[in-house]
């Protein structure tokens, strides 16, 4: 689709996405372009391992300069989720966690809820090789789990915000459909998002 323009932001309260460790700065582009394709902006990375500012991210963000621009970094998760009442952190892992497990339906619905009271929220993603660690997930007050091939559960950060976002997008239309409507509109995402679909222009919504 070539570069896009600069980008803007689409909603003035969002969840802040934050990437922990990330290893590459294709990957850390990557999301922001998945995020502003969402209407998220709040970008914050902690401890990445190419440092900040880093090109190959600016190149791989295909314009959503804005996310990066706006970028914060910290030098741990504990920082980084100082300031928020809410903190998700996503995971496909089977383990014994102490927070409260939820889908991604269930967490795109409830953060709207929250950020609807005034609360600030975050979601934490892991680094592309390992994923969150316990020390990072104790941060957390509710655990995402995104359901996947129990015998390959790998997805790129990127492709998990991406996942995250377009859930958190479908979900300000929901209100305004009838709920025959909405089951299907969840199901139709789902299924677009396992085989890859993604839309050819922006969405713009009212």
Request: glycine residues 8%; hydrophobic residues 50%; neutral net charge.
């Amino acid at each position: 689709m070539g570069r896009a323009s600069k980008g803007r932001d689409v909603e003035a309260a969002t969840p802040a996405v934050i990437l922990v460790r990330p290893q590459l700065g294709e990957n850390i582009g990557m999301a922001a372009r998945a995020m502003l394709n969402c209407g998220l902006s709040t970008l914050r990375l902690v401890a990445p391992r190419d440092g900040w500012p880093n090109e190959r991210a600016q190149r791989a963000a295909s314009g959503a300069d804005i996310v990066l621009e706006k970028a914060e970094v910290f030098d741990s998760v504990a920082e980084a989720v100082a300031d928020l009442e809410r903190v998700v952190a996503t995971t496909a892992r089977n383990r014994e966690l102490v927070q409260r497990i939820v889908t991604p339906r269930q967490a795109a619905t409830e953060m709207r809820g929250w950020i609807g009271q005034g609360e600030r929220v975050g979601i934490l993603f892991g680094p592309e090789r390992t994923g969150l660690e316990n020390d990072d997930m104790v941060h957390a007050d509710t655990a995402l789990s995104i359901p996947l091939n129990p015998q390959f559960s790998s997805l790129n950060m990127a492709q998990a915000v991406l996942l995250v976002g377009v859930l958190w997008l479908v979900c300000r239309l929901l209100p305004r459909l009838p709920a025959t409507v909405r089951s299907v509109l969840w199901w139709l995402v789902a299924a677009q998002l396992l085989v890859g679909f993604v839309w050819p222009a922006p969405v713009r919504l009212p």
